[in-house]
């Protein structure tokens, strides 16, 4: 149901694209109150229909189970970050086949307080904007959702200040959001510039403290390339943050855990078949 839910009509479709290449498929429809891989622990690959969120739920519930199983991905979720980063096509059926035609890739993937993400972990201004976007405007709206609700939230704008421990060196930073890439983009807007999935390192962005119209001001100017003294960015492999706030956090659109935060980078920790 990701995305607007078209998938589900193009199912056989994609089950056929696996089935004439030798590969026996069973379809089942995510249920996110349990675990995926209960009855199915000798499965050899698990190929995810949806967004990112859907690809976070199966990772986790993938390392609940102690799995080390071959992941895909067809991306028919909202913004589907991680199957941009992995060249994926946007035709589900033409990303089936690139699934049951490819060959394994390890990718990096994102640790914070014992759980993974597979693209964002994030929090600050417009960051929960997921979270509290209804699952029918997703469905109606695509993209147009995330912004209204995005709008409301620039209203409640606040700085927060953060610690961050990282490379040796502890910084502090008086900021309006802070993102903890592991790929590149978010609402496939290009922001970790340079990041790389297979890199072993986390890149950091801080958007620091301004007035509404100046940090939306910087925030524009980065997205269309420039370098505003209002955003400082770094790259790590491991980072704690904390602060005297008691913000959410967001991991790839899904609720997150509650600071302080313990970040690592698994350098190449997931298989991806692509």
Not at 32 to 59: I, L, R, Y
């Amino acid at each position: 149901m990701s995305g607007r839910g078209s998938i589900e009509h193009r199912i056989e479709d994609i089950a056929r694209e696996f089935e004439c290449r030798g590969i026996t498929l069973s379809v089942r429809r995510v249920d996110f109150g349990c675990n995926p891989f209960d009855g199915a622990e000798s499965v050899d690959m698990v190929v995810v229909c949806g967004g990112d969120g859907t690809v976070n739920f199966v990772v986790n519930s993938m390392q609940h189970r102690g799995l080390d199983v071959m992941l895909g991905i067809i991306p028919s979720g909202t913004a589907n970050d991680l199957a941009g980063a992995l060249n994926m096509p946007s035709d589900v059926v033409l990303a089936a086949r690139k699934i049951a035609e490819g060959s394994e890739r390890r990718v990096d993937c994102g640790v914070v307080n014992g759980k993974r993400f597979v693209n964002v972990l994030s929090f600050g201004v417009l960051t929960t904007t997921s979270q509290h976007t209804p699952d029918e405007a997703k469905r109606r709206f695509g993209k147009m959702a995330y912004l209204w609700v995005g709008m409301r939230d620039l209203v409640k704008m606040h700085p927060m200040r953060l610690r961050i421990t990282a490379n040796g060196k502890s910084i502090t930073s008086d900021s309006l959001m802070c993102l903890v890439f592991n790929g590149e983009t978010a609402g496939r807007f290009r922001i970790a510039r340079g990041a790389k999935l297979d890199d072993g390192r986390l890149d950091v962005l801080l958007l620091e403290r301004r007035n509404m119209m100046m940090a939306c001001g910087s925030m524009i100017r980065y997205l269309l390339g420039g370098h505003p003294d209002a955003v400082r960015s770094f790259t790590a492999q491991e980072l704690r943050i904390e602060t005297l706030h008691d913000e959410p956090t967001d991991i790839d659109g899904q609720e997150g855990p509650r600071f302080p935060l313990h970040v690592t980078c698994e350098h190449r920790s997931l298989r991806v078949r692509c």
